[in-house]
T-cell receptor, first 113, second 115 residues
Framework: QKEVEQDPGPLSVPEGAIVSLNCTYS??????FMWYRQYSRKGPELLMYTYSSGNKEDGRFTAQVDKSSKYISLFIRDSQPSDSATYLC?????????????FGPGTSLSVIP | NAGVTQTPKFRVLKTGQSMTLLCAQD?????MYWYRQDPGMGLRLIHY???????AKGEVPDGYNVSRLKKQNFLLGLESAAPSQTSVYFCASSYDPNPMNTEAFFGQGTRLTVV
């Protein structure tokens, strides 16, 4: 079993839809969770991060963590064509460094105008 | 501000050839990383550096070597390329090693095909 799993997609939605992107993980010690957005032929860029459980909102984006289920989600409201990208989840144990961060394989999202 | 710049952006190698990928950052970051990205797999750390003159192995170091002679540059070398090294390679840098303290910035990637 991989430490972090994501449905690779591709996920195709109409403009304005609510998008739900998800990751599951196996290591219960993970407490710091990140979402990266990666446009085609570009490097990943940090979109959001959350610590432990709960929700965090930033504009149209909401990151949610359910530690009991080992499940994290990224919701995109009022999706736009500019949101078309691959979304990578990443996670780590608190206090560890970047060399211990585990990345998911990414979910490809297309928002159709 | 250029951020993290990778050279080259594309390369095709024949099996057994060698090459060096260059990563340059202009943010005065101590920490630099080399990842590879393959379909269906997350970013996997190859090697990293915690400062000028230092290098350390990541998750998948075999077949690669690195050097950090200058703080702003991190080189990734393939001595004898194999088809299994066909991948997209990303360099990243960060001010602090802890992701809770600072963001890592990625380059645009190098697409390498080994035939």
């Amino acid at each position: 079993q991989k430490e972090v799993e994501q449905d690779p997609g591709p996920l195709s939605v109409p403009e304005g839809a609510i998008v739900s992107l998800n990751c599951t993980y196996s290591n219960s010690a993970f407490q710091y969770f990140m979402w990266y957005r990666q446009y085609s032929r570009k490097g990943p860029e940090l979109l959001m991060y959350t610590y432990s459980s709960g929700n965090k909102e930033d504009g149209r984006f909401t990151a949610q963590v359910d530690k009991s289920s080992k499940y994290i989600s990224l919701f995109i409201r009022d999706s736009q064509p500019s949101d078309s990208a691959t979304y990578l989840c990443a996670m780590s144990v608190v206090g560890t460094s970047y060399d211990k961060v585990i990345f998911g394989p990414g979910t490809s999202l297309s928002v159709i105008p | 501000n250029a951020g993290v710049t990778q050279t080259p952006k594309f390369r095709v190698l024949k099996t057994g050839q060698s090459m060096t990928l260059l990563c340059a950052q202009d943010m005065n970051h101590e920490y630099m990383y080399w990842y590879r990205q393959d379909p269906g797999m997350g970013l996997r750390l190859i090697h990293y550096s915690v400062g000028e003159g230092t290098t350390a192995k990541g998750e998948v170091p075999d077949g690669y070597n690195v050097s950090r002679l200058k703080k702003q540059n991190f080189l990734l070398g393939l001595e004898s390329a194999a088809p299994s090294q066909t991948s997209v390679y990303f360099c990243a840098s960060s001010y602090d090693p802890n992701p809770m303290n600072t963001e890592a910035f990625f380059g645009q990637g190098t697409r390498l095909t080994v035939v």
